[in-house]
């Protein structure tokens, strides 16, 4: 079994910045992707940001240039730096985890709550 732990979620004035951090457990020996995806009330999930075992980023338009992505391989951690924050990046924000390819597994976290207040 896999758990994805997320942290860092909370409320935040716009302009302020917040640190999330995703920290993996369980059966899961090897990862290759990691990532931050968001879905606010209404609207379909989409990429924030995501870092692959190569160290290749992958950034949403929408966050472009405010959100830095990064990960600790010996702690099974990623993070997730978002700084100017605005009020249209309240979401809840998930935590993925790819396994390697083949027969790679996708996982989930249960998400964590960014409200940014103007």
């Known amino acids: 079994q896999v758990e994805l732990l997320e942290s860092g979620g909370g409320l935040v004035q716009a302009g302020g910045s917040l640190r999330l951090s995703c920290a993996a457990s369980?059966?899961?020996?090897?990862?290759?992707?990691m990532g931050w995806y968001r879905q606010a009330p209404g609207k379909q999930r989409e990429l924030v940001a995501a870092?692959?075992?190569?160290?290749?980023?992958y950034y949403g338009d929408s966050v472009k240039g405010r959100v830095t992505i990064s990960r600790d391989n010996a702690k099974k951690t990623a993070y997730l730096q978002m700084n100017h924050l605005e009020p249209g990046d309240t979401a809840v924000y998930y935590c993925?985890?790819?396994?390697?390819?083949?027969?790679?597994?996708?996982?989930w976290g249960k998400g964590t709550l960014v409200t940014v207040s103007s």
């Open positions: 993925n985890v790819e396994t390697p390819p083949p027969g790679g597994m996708d996982y």
């Open positions: 369980g059966s899961i020996f090897s990862i290759h992707m």
């Open positions: 870092i692959s075992s190569g160290d290749i980023l």
